[in-house]
């Protein structure tokens, strides 16, 4: 039986009056990088936001510790639950040093508002994410891949052990979505956090997750290890896709090979 | 980014910005000790300074501090007032066109005030009257804005709906009053510190002392943060909705005690976070820098108004007005000519 501090049970997620998923239940497993994909509008996004309490479920209760996270101070949740949504925004002229130390926020106080520790870890998440010489360029003139590590530097100063990702590769080409994606595994490997993420790739996920969830119509059609659940029935029942399943000839995970229409 | 540290305490500052707000200051002082000595009767500037800490002649002493002080402490506060508000609403709603003037609450206190006028009400009533119209019109725009929080754009559009409304409702009670109130009415739409003694100073500093630390202690750090995005915020473990709320409020008292002391003084609240932003060069609100140039923006512009036509004292308003409304064509032509309008 893994562990899980963070889990969601019974979760009935909606938008106004639009229903995006009932009684929904996952739990990510400790140290593991859990990738959820799925169809468009399944829902992956609002699991997303419901478990980072950015979404109140109508429903059930996400958990966090033990606790149910609506019953936390927000600010503590912060110190234990980093999120990097879709929607951010880079105020005009800010540079890259004052938009990672942002991050700090939820360890701050009034009378502490810059200490070593802010200095360092602000410094190391620089690093880690290869934007140490951008420090004191404005945010608005880095390309795409740049930008959004930036903002995973910004996530990372929160020194959270639990992070959530939305889409993180969205807007880049492969060679950044790759980059991105290797940052990640390299944070969860060598730093011991747990990531999630919601991917859009299902190679990539497959090839990046110690455990992927996947949702269709609001529920999980399944979940564990890639090699073991992903399977063209998996991917036809969940996607409406023909495709056959191969080993990645890199990473020997499993590679969907989408069925052509016609032959050339 | 400079740094101040003890063991439990740390800030950080930004030379240029507090280099900026220290000259902001000196420029405010000297405007004051300035138009503290011209008039009808001129007091030069040594004579002025001395008077103000304690000497100078009994004649001196009457005309400096009972006289002319009010009104220069008046445009001061007002100044700082509107400043800080509009800062707060162009960070609020992540557009530089979010202020006072904008969203209607400035209209709105002129509604309350009017209606006083029509009533035949006192100075203090008119007073009364603006602060409760401002923050009437604040909470209508918020209650019309909300939808499971407020989004920028959706305030900025109720807010002009809002004020549209407002200017003819407006219109309608200066056709109600009397000559000589529609008169005098006229005058505190425009924006005037003609003959204002502590009576405007005091209500104005004691909200002023509580809304000040309010908005910049209480949610200056939050508002930085906010700027990223509302679900960064959250993320990062603020509650924007309640700093949201208390931000707006603090910032619609602050406009509207602030034209209730001095009238709806146009484009204060516009401009100063603008040009505070361009001369620190810092990113965020700059709440403290904001204030500062807002209070070196009305007490100049007064200075202006009493010298601009010989013998005659402009009301204030007319001066901010012609600056403010350069600075916006002066800020579409920079943007045309950067290819962003």
């Known amino acids: 039986m893994t562990m899980s501090r963070l889990s969601g049970s019974g979760l009935t997620l909606a938008y106004d ?12 497993p400790d140290q593991s990088f859990t990738v959820i994909v799925g169809p468009n509008a399944c829902g992956k996004s609002t699991l997303l936001r419901a478990l980072s309490r950015l979404l109140k479920p109508r429903a059930g209760t996400v958990v966090l510790d033990g606790a149910d996270i609506a019953s936390l101070p927000t600010k503590r949740v912060a110190q234990i639950l980093g999120l990097l949504p879709q929607s951010s925004i880079a105020p005009d002229g800010i540079t890259v040093a004052d938009l990672v130390s942002r991050g700090r926020h939820p360890h701050q106080g009034l009378l502490r508002q810059w200490s070593r520790e802010d200095e360092r870890i602000v410094a190391e998440s620089m690093a880690a994410t290869g934007v140490a010489d951008l420090a004191e360029r404005a945010v608005d003139e880095l390309s795409g891949g740049q930008r959004q590590r930036v903002w995973t530097a910004m996530v990372l100063a929160q020194q959270t052990p639990l992070l959530l990702l939305d889409e993180p590769t969205t807007y880049l080409d492969i060679a950044h979505q790759i980059e991105i994606l290797d940052l990640c595994a390299r944070l969860h490997e060598e730093e011991g956090r747990t990531l999630v993420a919601v991917l859009h790739d299902l190679n990539q996920a497959a090839r990046y997750a110690t455990h992927l969830i996947v949702l269709c119509d609001g529920r999980v059609a399944a979940s564990g290890k890639p090699e073991e659940i992903v399977t063209a029935e998996l991917v036809e029942t969940v996607f409406g896709l023909p495709c056959r399943v191969i080993e990645d000839p890199e990473s020997g995970t499993p590679l969907v090979v989408p069925g052509a229409r016609r032959r050339r | 980014m400079r740094v101040l540290r003890t063991s439990a305490f740390s800030v950080r500052y930004r030379p240029r910005a507090l280099t900026a707000s220290v000259a902001g200051v000196l420029v405010a002082f000297a405007a004051v000790v300035v138009t503290l000595g011209s008039g009808d009767y001129q007091i030069p500037p040594g004579e002025v300074l001395r008077t103000l800490f304690g000497g100078g002649t009994m004649g001196d002493h009457f005309i400096v501090v009972e006289l002319r002080l009010p ?4 445009a001061l506060l007002v ?13 609020l709603v992540r557009n530089p066109l979010g202020s006072p003037d904008m969203l209607g609450f400035t209209e709105g206190a002129a509604t309350g005030a009017l ?14 009257g603006a602060v409760i119209g401002g923050l009437a019109t604040g909470i209508g725009v918020y209650a019309l804005a909300w939808r499971k929080g407020v989004h920028g754009y959706r305030l900025i559009l109720a807010g002009i709906g809002v004020s549209a409304i407002l200017s003819g409702v407006n219109g309608y009670l200066m056709t109600r009053a009397q000559l ?4 005098r009415a006229m005058l505190w739409l425009t924006g ?17 002392a509580v809304l000040v630390p309010v908005a910049i202690i209480g949610c200056g750090r939050a508002l930085h943060v906010i700027e990223m995005g509302d679900d960064v915020a959250r993320a990062l473990g603020i509650s924007v909705e309640r700093v949201r709320l208390t931000a707006l409020a603090g910032a619609v008292l602050l406009a509207s005690f602030a034209a209730a002391a001095a009238g709806p003084v146009s484009f204060v609240a516009l401009t100063s976070p603008q040009l505070a932003r361009r001369l620190t060069r810092a990113p965020g609100p700059n709440l403290v820098a904001s204030m500062v140039v ?12 009493q010298h601009a036509v010989p013998g005659r004292h402009l009301p204030v308003g007319v001066v901010t007005g012609v600056l403010g409304g350069g600075y916006l064509i002066w800020l579409l032509a920079a943007g045309r000519k950067a290819g962003r309008i």
């Open chain 1, 17 to 28: 009056g639009r229903t995006v998923a009932e009684d929904l239940s996952v739990a990510i």
């Open chain 2, 71 to 74: 009104r220069v402490v008046t």
């Open chain 2, 79 to 91: 100044g700082a007032a509107l400043a800080l508000a509009g800062a707060v609403f162009q960070s």
């Open chain 2, 115 to 128: 209606v006083v006028v029509v009533a035949g009400g006192s100075s203090l009533a008119l007073a009364c």
């Open chain 2, 180 to 183: 000589m109130d529609a008169a």
């Open chain 2, 192 to 208: 005037s510190l003609d003959g204002r003694g502590w009576g405007e100073v005091v209500p104005l500093a004691v909200a002023m």
């Open chain 2, 294 to 305: 807002g209070a070196v923006l009305l007490t100049c512009a007064d200075l202006g108004a």
